[in-house]
């Protein structure tokens, strides 16, 4: 059963963090409405946000009597709640799998993602060149496994599933990043080029 009033998503459109969750919304065709929450304004340290996300970060989603923020969570929330489109495998162990790369795709790859993206945001001429170019090296690496569990796959867990939500912000940041597309990271690529086809996904491009 759909929600009786669209869910409230507390968004900022550029985050990673609230467009995975924009793209299970949108995969479950859930009727929500966006509520701006400006970080350059710092709109999430205000009072009121911090109601909802005592982090103080977004996304947030209000369904009903529900409040939840963490996207991951919110995901599997969304997944649990309104499983008419499911968005993980059937199978309870194929299920744990699809986790276990979802848990690969977010936490393994961090170090190495984040050394890069905060190289990034500073000038150019600032920039740690030697600690860039390690990063992408160390990625490539990381995602040497994703490569392999990919294999002739449409998709990371078979079907579109949340992993592939999880993953998809990222990975189409890593692009700009200088670390994609690679040579040795071919089913990545057709991976990224097929996500992008998705009408969910356009929405956060
Ligand atoms: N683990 C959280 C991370 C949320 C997060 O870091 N959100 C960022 C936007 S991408 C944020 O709100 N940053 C503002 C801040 O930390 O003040 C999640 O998955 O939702």
Known sequence: MPPERPIKLYDFASSPNCQRVVVV?????LPYEKVPIDLKKMEQKKPDFLKLNP???????????TVLYESLVINEYLEEKYPETPLLPKDAGKRAKARILLDYGMNHLDGPYQ?????????EKERDQQLIEGARKELKHLLGRLERELGDQAYLAGDFSLVDAALIPRFVRLAGMGVLPDPSLPNIG???ERMKQRPSVQKIL
């Open 190 to 192: 057709k991976w990224i």
């Open 115 to 123: 050394k890069i993206r905060k190289e990034m945001m500073k000038d």
């Open 55 to 65: 982090y103080g970060k977004v996304p947030v989603i209000i369904d009903g009597a």
């Open 25 to 29: 919304l949108e995969e479950k065709k």
